[in-house]
Structure formats: C-alpha cells, structure tokens
C-alpha cells in the first residue's frame, strides 16, 4: 500500500542552510552597500579618499574588536539568541546610515554596522556544525559565502538603481527594513538543537554530526589560540584581497576611467559574480578531495594554496594600464581564484573545534577583521598621496603571496585540545577518515 504521507519539498537541513543562504546575502548587501554609494556620498558630504576610507574602516573597527567576545557569547546563548540580536543591530545601523547628515553621523550608523555583524559568521559556523556532518562543512561554507558574493555582486546593481530612483539615503533605509524583516524569519525557523525543529525526521537526525559528549566542553585559550594563530594568519592575507574588492570597486573605475556610478556598479557586479562561482568552488572541492583521500590537512591547504597563488597572475596586467573590459576581466579572474580560499578555511575553523565552533571561526575571523580595519584608510592614503592604484596592486600581491606560507602551519588534522576525542577524530589523516572507516 502506497504511503499516505506527503513529500516535502525539502529537509529541514535543507530549510537552515536556505535561511543562512538569505542571511549572507542581505548581510553581505548591507555591509558594501557603502562601497556603491561612496560616490554619491563623497559628493554630498563632501568627502576626500582619506575620510571615505575612514568610512569604510568605521564598519571593520567594532567588526574587529567585536568578533572573539561575540564569539564566546555565541558559544554561550547558541545561535538562534545571537543571530537575533546581531541581525536587529545590523538592521538598524542600515537605517541609521540612511538617516545621516553628516560625516560623523555616518561613521556612528557604521561602527553599529561593523558590532551587528562582526560574530554573525561565526554564529552561523556554529550554526551549520550542528546541522551539517564533516564531509559537508566545505560545501555548507562555499554555498553561503556564495550567496554572500551574490550579496556583493548585486549590491552595486541594486543601489546605484535606488539611488537613480530615489536618493543614496533611500537605499539605505530600504536596505534595511529588507534585513530585520529576516530576523523575523530566522526567529521563527530556527532551533539550536536540531531534535527541537518541527519539521526535522528520525532520517535527518541519523544524518547529523554524532555528539561525543553532551556536557559542555570548558574552554581552554591556550591550546586554542596556538592551533588558530596560522588561519587567523591567513585570514588576515585573505581578508586584505577581498576588502580591496568590496570597498574600493565602484571607486576604482570611477577613478581610474571616469566612468559614471552606473557604468562602474556594472563592472563591480560583473567581478563580484565570479567571486560567487569560485567560493562555491573552492568549498565544494575541498569536500570532494576529503572524500577521495580521507586527509582533511591535504584537502583544505590544497585549496587556500591555489587561491592565493593563482590571482597573481591576474593583478599582474594590472600594472599595464588594461582597458576597462581588460582591468575588468583580470580582476575578474583573481577574485575567482583567490575566493577558492572562502569555504577551505572557514571549514578549518569548524573542523579543529566544533564544541567551540562559534570561538574558534570569530579567532580565525579575527585576521580578516583586522585587514579590513587597516586596508580601507591606507588604500585610500596610498591613492590619494601617489595618484595611482599600482601601489595598492604591489601590496596585495605581497599579501598573496604571504597566505600560502602561513596556510603551510594549518593543521586540522590535530583538533583543538579542550574537544572531546571520538572516534571521528582517532585517524591520523583527520575526522572524516575515521568515521568512512568505522562505517
């Protein structure tokens, strides 16, 4: 007899990953959205490169200081608390951006921005550790930073037409409304322990992470800032490349060839697009290269190498002074390869200590935050003192080539100390090797 029963549309595996997906996006669009409308706020506040790279370094400030404490409180209140409140600050600093008069106003709206999301990605590692097993984390990690690259790629599509339409603080204010009206959804979705979720099965439960223990693992700093220093090493050489992207796009072209902010949101969209294929990419071959080896060290440094070598082949032509579908291409294509880094890394951050995942992934996170506070104030001295972009060219290639060295000391096949050791971790080639053996 046929069962009655009626098919869902998908798991509710499925249905987080889809909520943190739209997360990322309106994350991500509220977080550059700045970057789009640099020009129509330089013009109406008045601004020079130095005080707009003050505002783009307002955000990365309270994005820096805030990660490692918002971090542990993620650990502590669970994700479901934690991505509630971050979303509600990171809502209301849009809008507050979009209310502003004055540059320091702008600044403040922006520090509110930067504290909102500074522990969401980690929350949302924490997050997917639950609702995710090993051999997924790559491609959980890939598609939502995906998703947060679509974020960027549209977002100069987006706002440049709000402000053609209406004005730059529009944008802002509607930007924001479309962000808490996810908090809302998020809250009504979500569960910290996935047995709690009314649309979970016995199949999905079966399907997830095994739990070694159910009592709280204590937290040990020493252990676990020495097995994080190397990543937050290269998430700070990561984060460099791509905050030079996010903030300073729109501007580039502007700068470099008088192009209108509708021509320059056009080929700001276009690079940031293959930054979307290539984080999926990049999270997706990691989990297949762990499958095929069984060794998590291989399978996530392969990956960070490759996205920090191969992009300098690309800025290269930038010292050529291309044409703008020239410039256009090669920063295409280095940030395809250097978003191969996204997924592998923030996977790193899970894999060596999932009790902690939130901690660890703000530690690791913490490397990227820095850049992003240092890179906006001294590219835009660095343009505004030499007139040109080449120097801030020569120093991101430094950075590139600096990433593959410190990702060499990355070891996730030796897990964080204060975790508890099942037999996911027993191997010696890493957690997924041990657990396709036991199976």
Same mark, same amino acid.
């Given at each position: ?18 909520v ?33 790279g ?26 479901r ?12 600093g ?12 702008v ?7 930067g ?24 491609? +959980?990690q890939?598609?939502?930073? %995906?998703?947060?690259? @679509? *974020?960027n &790629? #549209?977002?100069?599509? /987006? ?5 053609? +339409?209406f004005?730059?603080?529009? %944008?802002?204010?509607? @930007? *924001?409304? &479309? #962000?808490?009206?996810? /908090? ?27 739990k ?19 990543a ?12 030079f ?11 470099s ?21 290539g ?22 440094q ?38 191969m880094?996204?997924?592998p ?9 999932p ?5 660890s ?9 820095i ?17 040109s ?13 600096l ?20 037999d ?5 080639t ?10």
């Amino acid at each position: 007899m046929a069962s009655t029963r009626p098919r869902r549309r998908f798991s509710a595996t499925t249905g987080v990953l889809i909520v943190l997906c739209i997360m990322s996006y309106l994350m991500y669009v509220d977080r550059t959205n700045v970057s789009t409308a640099a020009l129509a706020i330089r013009r109406d506040l008045q601004l020079n490169n130095s005080q707009l790279g003050l505002v783009f370094a307002a955000f990365a400030m309270t994005y820096a200081l805030a990660m490692i404490p918002g971090g542990v409180i993620a650990d502590k209140l669970g994700a479901r608390k934690m991505l509630t409140i971050c979303g509600l600050l990171w809502g209301f600093g849009t809008l507050l951006t979009g209310l502003a008069s004055g540059f320091a106003m702008v600044i403040v709206a922006r520090f509110i921005v930067g504290l909102g999301e500074s522990p969401i990605v980690p929350t949302s590692a924490r997050a997917l550790t639950a609702w995710m097993k090993p051999e997924q984390r790559g491609f +959980a990690q890939g598609i939502t930073h %995906a998703c947060a690259r @679509l *974020g960027n &790629a #549209s977002t100069p599509i /987006v706002v440049a037409a709000l402000i053609g +339409a209406f004005s730059w603080h529009i %944008a802002f204010v509607v @930007l *924001g409304i &479309a #962000s808490l009206a996810w /908090v809302a959804l998020w809250i009504w979705y979500y569960r910290d322990n996935p047995a709690d979720h009314p649309g979970i099965t016995p199949e999905d439960i079966a399907r997830l992470p095994v739990k070694a223990s159910k009592a709280r693992v204590p937290m040990r700093w020493g252990p676990l800032l020495r097995t994080l220093w190397p990543a937050t090493l290269v998430s700070f050489c990561h984060g460099w490349v791509l905050w030079f992207f996010l903030n300073w796009m729109p501007s580039f072209f502007a700068q470099s060839y008088h192009l209108n902010i509708k021509h320059s949101a056009l080929f700001s969209s276009g690079i940031f697009l293959s930054g979307v294929v290539g984080t999926t990419l990049g999270g997706s071959l990691s989990d297949l290269l762990l499958k095929r080896t069984g060794n998590i060290r291989r399978a996530r440094q392969t990956m960070i190498t490759i996205g920090f070598l191969a992009p300098i082949v690309f800025f290269i032509p930038m010292f050529l002074h291309p044409s703008p579908s020239g410039a256009a291409l090669s920063l295409a294509a280095a940030l395809f390869f250097s978003e191969m880094v996204t997924a592998p890394l923030w996977a790193v951050a899970m894999d060596l200590a999932p009790n902690h995942a939130a901690t660890s992934s703000s530690i690791m996170n913490t490397g990227l935050g820095i850049a992003a506070s240092v890179s906006p104030p001294i590219v835009g001295w660095l343009v505004d003192a030499t007139h040109s972009w080449q120097p801030v060219f020569a120093l991101t290639i430094c950075c590139l080539v600096l990433g593959p060295i410190a990702a060499n000391w990355i070891r996730p096949d030796r897990p964080y100390l204060g975790e508890p050791r099942d037999d996911r971790r027993d191997s010696p080639t890493g957690s997924f090797a041990a657990h396709r053996s036991a199976s």
